[in-house]
């Protein structure tokens, strides 16, 4: 218990003092006994946070469980570590809210479909990077999207994460007011990403903006939901606009990712294959074989940039 | 096909001119060959949904893939259905997106967490019955909830589901407009739930406002995420405003829901656990068994409303 009184005191010491990776911004955590991450089934009273995470570099972070399982093992065969990949726990086993699994310095977790689920996520995430006193972090989603006048299969790397009306910004409730935050995601990295694309055999990527909403349908013009008050040429319009104002994919969760992860420090990016051109239509009718390729795309972008910041790759 | 052709047409024509049970509200739905529904990982041309799906009257959904699946279990045990609750099968099996379970009558979707996953599932879910032919449906969400000026494990009935600031409405973007959509939930089976709960024994639950917000953390004036910009007497006056609103729970899918299945004909309720009395803190800190057994009361009160309305009970 000492030892792990000191290592705290050092820790808070080497995050007030020196480079801070993590940082919440809250003033009540230092108060609370016990941090309860919920969603997680872990807490800081029942888990040796800093023993089970402390040497994460990387945060791999994308919607679908059985897609950041496959990362998982596909990163652990990447980094040739030892153990087999089938072996691979999920760490979060207590719930089925999220999935996490660690492969040494690489942790990749599940965060759902749109904002408040993965903004849940973030919450206990950043927190949980911060128990564990984790430095030098970067946090990248590994996601599916819907290109804006891009061939599918194009692997976009997001500048900037935008609204509906193309504004870099994300609004949150706040007891009852709403505030506007900053969506610029980190440029270093976004450029490394795009050069280890380059690096890559025949490799699709650009970068664009990435316009984040809030649904499937509506919000992103498709004509085939449940509900649909517009026309195809209203719809073809919209979808005009946005390329013209820069974005080239659409999506769920990038502006409230690029909010948070600025607000608390830690550098962020979104790397989004895009599943089909919505200016071709709405329904995704790839066969299912294609589309598992493409999703695996933005792995493949990833374990590159992984092993290259590892030293793996020269 | 000819069948399935003359089947379709009969249906259409009876949803025309007869009672409808459930209404896309979307013109461009007929004209479509088929009908992909991606997160379901089922179509209009690999299933027949008519056949599988046809006879659905109560569809329960909530967050947790495990709960629903929990609930499609115990609500095969309570009504006495031939063969063994353990061999029941998830639909959705190609996706981890939901899961979706069938039970006799009983349809049981998990829809994630958050107002953007549940849309998603709610769009393909009524297409899915609209498809179906089904009729006289009624959509029920069994969830958990953060309870406000309630002991812990308090069942709320929802008569209105209200946003950030108490409005019956929910927002939705469409094509860079932001719209409003009315709340309000179907008063008649509200009180029927009510009615139900005073028939089982030592049942606490309540009729109230829920406020649907889009986190978990700073939405809901909570003190222990990792952003937090706001006192805690800021917070408790919050709540108490929200309180003398008539809101009695928070959660993060009941506005949207409410707002879709009015649109689209489908009569809904909406039924929460409270996991915590969130004027006493914001941490969830009861034991697991204990926010088990709570999880599970939506559970028995839907099954004692589905029991009556099948005639199991008198």
Same mark, same amino acid.
């Given at each position: 218990?000492?030892?792990?009184?000191?290592?705290?005191?050092?820790?808070?010491?080497?995050?007030?003092?020196?480079?801070?990776?993590?940082?919440?911004?809250?003033?009540?955590? #230092?108060?609370?006994?016990?941090?309860?991450?919920?969603? &997680?089934?872990?807490?800081?009273?029942?888990?040796?946070?800093?023993?089970?995470?402390?040497?994460?570099?990387? #945060?791999?972070? %994308?919607?679908?469980?059985?897609?950041?399982?496959?990362?998982?093992?596909?990163?652990?065969?990447?980094?040739?570590?030892?153990?087999?990949?089938?072996?691979?726990?999920?760490?979060?086993?207590?719930?089925?809210?999220?999935?996490?699994?660690?492969?040494?310095?690489?942790?990749?977790?599940?965060? %759902?479909?749109?904002?408040?689920?993965?903004?849940?996520?973030?919450?206990?995430?950043?927190?949980?990077?911060?128990?564990?006193?984790?430095?030098?972090?970067?946090?990248?989603?590994?996601?599916?999207?819907?290109? #804006?006048?891009?061939?599918?299969?194009?692997?976009?790397?997001?500048?900037?994460?935008?609204?509906?009306?193309?504004?870099?910004?994300?609004?949150?409730?706040?007891?009852?007011?709403?505030?506007?935050?900053?969506?610029?995601?980190?440029?270093?990295?976004?450029?490394?990403?795009?050069?280890?694309?380059?690096?890559?055999?025949?490799?699709?990527?650009?970068?664009?903006?990435?316009?984040?909403?809030?649904?499937?349908?509506?919000?992103?013009?498709?004509?085939?939901?449940?509900?649909?008050?517009?026309?195809?040429?209203?719809?073809?319009?919209?979808?005009?606009?946005?390329?013209?104002?820069?974005?080239?994919?659409?999506?769920?969760?990038?502006?409230?990712?690029?909010?948070?992860?600025? *607000?608390?420090?830690?550098?962020?990016?979104?790397?989004?294959?895009?599943?089909?051109?919505? &200016?071709?239509?709405?329904?995704?009718?790839?066969?299912?074989?294609?589309?598992?390729?493409?999703?695996?795309?933005?792995? #493949?972008?990833?374990?590159?940039?992984?092993?290259?910041?590892?030293?793996?790759? *020269?």
């Amino acid at each position: 218990i000492m030892a792990q009184i000191l290592r705290n005191h050092m820790g808070r010491n080497h995050n007030d003092y020196n480079e801070p990776s993590v940082q919440p911004k809250n003033p009540y955590l #230092v108060t609370m006994e016990e941090d309860i991450l919920y969603h &997680f089934s872990l807490s800081t009273k029942t888990h040796n946070l800093p023993e089970m995470f402390g040497d994460i570099k990387f #945060v791999c972070v %994308g919607g679908s469980g059985i897609r950041m399982k496959a990362f998982a093992q596909f990163i652990h065969q990447e980094l040739k570590l030892p153990g087999s990949p089938e072996e691979i726990k999920n760490i979060c086993e207590g719930t089925d809210r999220y999935c996490m699994y660690k492969v040494g310095p690489v942790l990749s977790v599940s965060h %759902g479909m749109g904002a408040p689920s993965i903004s849940i996520m973030l919450h206990e995430l950043i927190k949980l990077l911060h128990h564990a006193q984790c430095h030098d972090v970067v946090l990248l989603r590994l996601g599916t999207s819907g290109g #804006v006048g891009l061939a599918p299969g194009t692997v976009v790397i997001t500048d900037k994460a935008v609204d509906y009306s193309f504004r870099p910004q994300f609004e949150q409730a706040i007891l009852g007011k709403v505030i506007s935050r900053s969506t610029e995601l980190d440029e270093g990295v976004a450029n490394e990403l795009l050069q280890c694309s380059s690096e890559l055999q025949n490799f699709p990527a650009v970068v664009g903006h990435t316009m984040c909403v809030h649904d499937f349908y509506e919000g992103q013009g498709r004509l085939d939901g449940a509900l649909c008050s517009f026309s195809h040429e209203e719809k073809c319009d919209y979808l005009k606009k946005a390329y013209e104002a820069g974005v080239r994919n659409i999506e769920m969760e990038s502006t409230v990712l690029a909010a948070m992860c600025r *607000v608390c420090g830690l550098k962020a990016a979104v790397i989004c294959v895009t599943l089909l051109n919505r &200016f071709e239509g709405d329904q995704i009718t790839s066969p299912h074989d294609v589309l598992v390729e493409y999703q695996h795309r933005p792995q #493949v972008l990833v374990a590159h940039f992984i092993k290259k910041r590892l030293g793996y790759i *020269v």
